[in-house]
């Protein structure tokens, strides 16, 4: 008995989205990427819910016919490519066929579209890859497409969503990435009906300025380069900008959002020596290749890419990154101006002061008392036990308080114990005491703050700002009195147990472990 069939559509299509709608910012990014393609100067997106209940995108571009706007909802149907080898010249953002059929499928989908050279546009309705409407409509030139209730027919795969900060997050981030690679369209975001993004029209560097943040804009070195292999043009951070977080790093290749550990390690390298270890550099890095030289078909996501020639690749970004630094005089030189000192064998302490001597005068002595008295007779030579001469340590040095404690590189305390040496990471010793300190006071509903004489202002980028927006009742519990700007928060109250000094760290710090605990 035959037991292999074929599969319907609808279940093919949701096994499909499985693969290519994870959560609600991939339908993001496909949406946003189709009204890329359809040549859209005005983009905007609006999110209700976290995208649970409704995403929504209008654009302004070419718009589709009647048929077109019913064939983009079938599976492996596509204008962007009609043979095999389009494949390896592909210049648009979509190619597969498969985003809108799998939402389709997930979905309940509205479509509004409409032709420049026609007077009426089309109307069109889909749930769960069945078509409940399909009719003229007035509508404005280009599309607006809305996705309603996704993973309605999935409950398992909506159960598996995150909250709806979380979500948000992953939003946001998609929005980011389409944004920053596209300065020349005009980019908006509404989330509950509230404007997160409004990006008009720009440069690369604006762009990134107004996405990130107004400061940023200072910290930015140029890169550019142009080779056979490839053109590179886009900026790198100072390293005094770096971070303990990866969120500001972005490649993007011809146009799209790729990851590549192998291209990150590049720059990584470039600012080998200049940055503390565990801290990111930041870098947006356009880079202009030939689509024959590259492979993009690896993944439905498409953010994975082959290179032909990836070794070139990699050293080509490095030399860039390093001699962009290098221009800038960030890369660390020689100072030949600087005056020499000698190392006499310590250091004095800064707090040490040093006596006048006191000479002794005797009134009572007379040089011509006694003048025939013979003096050699009484010199004595007593054998000496040791002819050592006493270091200059050892009379010179002045005595400090003796301690068990001794301080590596600025990083470690070495503290001699019964089983040898043990030792201690400052920094994250000093996060574990910060840990306990901010689990007792939340426990105890306790928390102390310290007055600042002037405000703490640091920079964070929108993210960020919605991380530390969520945080903000635990935070001020545990002693931080803040106020958070657009673009930074500016602190005016730390608990006891924080130093002023190491504030930009602890703030970083919590915003890495929010993430990682929502992550979860």
Partial sequence: MDIIQLLP???????????????????????????LDAGGSEIKLFVKDAGKTLLQVVDNGCGMSETDVRMCFERHATSKIKSAGDLFKIQTMGFRG????????????????????????THLIIEGSEIKTHEDCATANGTSIKVK?????????????????????????????????????KMQMFHNNNEIFHLPISNFRQRIVNIIGG??????????????????????????????????????????????????HAVSKAFEELIPHNYFPSYFINLDIDPKLIDINIHPTKTEIKFEDEQAIYAII?????????????APTLDFSQELSFDLGYKQ?????????????????????????????????KAEEKWETPSFEEDFV?????????????????????????????????KRILFEYFTKVLNSNKGQSQQLLFPKEIELNKSEIRIITDMTDELKKVGFNFEL?????????????????????????????????EDL
Avoid at 159 to 167: G, I
Avoid at 318 to 330: D, E, F, Q
Avoid at 349 to 365: G, H
Avoid at 405 to 420: D, K
């Fill in 349 to 381: 302490d800064k707090q040490t002061t040093i006596k006048e001597p006191t000479i002794k005068v005797d009134s009572s002595y007379n040089p011509f008392e006694n003048k025939n008295e013979n003096h050699a007779k009484q010199t004595e030579v």
């Fill in 98 to 121: 498969e985003a809108m059929a799998s939402i389709a499928a997930i979905a309940h989908v509205e479509v509004n579209t409409k032709l420049t050279s026609n007077e009426l546009g």
């Fill in 318 to 330: 490095r030399a860039c990154v390093k001699r962009s630094l290098g221009a800038y005089n960030i």
């Fill in 215 to 264: 400061k940023k804009n200072e910290n930015l070195v140029p890169v550019e380069e142009e080779t056979t292999v490839v053109k590179i043009d886009g900026f790198v951070g100072k390293p005094e900008a770096a971070k303990r977080t990866r969120g500001e790093q972005y490649f993007f290749v011809n146009g799209r959002f790729i990851k590549s550990n192998y291209l990150n």
């Fill in 398 to 430: 002045p005595e400090v308080e003796n301690t068990d404690l001794q301080q590596i590189g600025n990083h470690f305390i070495a503290v001699p114990n019964e089983n040898g040496l043990l030792l201690i990471h400052q920094r994250r010793a000093h």
């Fill in 9 to 35: 559509d609808h279940v093919a299509n949701q096994i499909a989205a499985g693969e290519v709608i994870q959560r609600p910012a991939s339908a993001v990014k496909e949406m946003i990427e189709n009204a």
């Fill in 149 to 185: 209730n996704l993973f309605y027919n999935v409950p398992a795969r909506r159960n598996f969503l995150k909250s709806d900060k979380v979500e948000m997050r992953h939003i946001t981030e998609e929005f980011t990435r389409v944004s920053l690679a596209n300065p020349n369209v």
């Fill in 485 to 517: 700007k657009e673009n930074y928060i500016s602190i005016n109250g730390i608990p006891p147990e924080c130093q002023e000094e190491n504030l930009q760290f602890v703030i970083e710090d919590l915003i890495e472990q929010h993430k990682n605990s």
